[in-house]
């Protein structure tokens, strides 16, 4: 198992950026694919990036695409999201998640806490 804690969240401005960090410990960080999430209310958790454990391939959503980046440091144990110019529908609460396939959401089983994030208009 991976315990994983979020950290970044906040309140920002359309148009802001915020930095999300996940922090790993436990099994072999290295080992995993990590994947950001987010849910808003009302609606379904949604898999927004993701990274193969190499790093060499990864994952967003059109929602996200040339907005959004995520990257990994398996010295560090720490997977990050940098988000650029978000917009008010980005609000909802991130989640870091661990899991064996990059893009099989069904494969991530380790989670986080999540971190809040709202943008205001």
């Known amino acids: 198992q991976v315990q994983l804690v979020e950290s970044g969240g906040g309140l920002v401005q359309a148009g802001d950026s915020l930095r999300l960090s996940c922090a790993a410990s436990?099994?072999?960080?290295?080992?995993?694919?990590m994947g950001w999430f987010r849910q808003a209310p009302g609606k379904e958790r949604e898999l927004v990036a993701a990274v193969s454990w190499s790093a060499g391939r990864t994952y967003y959503a059109d929602s996200v695409k040339g907005r959004f980046t995520i990257s990994r440091d398996n010295a560090k144990n720490t997977v990050y999201l940098q988000m650029n110019s978000l917009k008010p529908e980005d609000t909802a609460i991130y989640y870091c998640a661990a899991g064996t396939a990059t893009t099989v959401t069904s494969s991530y089983r380790d989670w986080g806490q999540g971190t809040q994030v709202t943008v205001s208009s």
């Open positions: 436990g099994r072999t960080f290295s080992g995993y694919a």
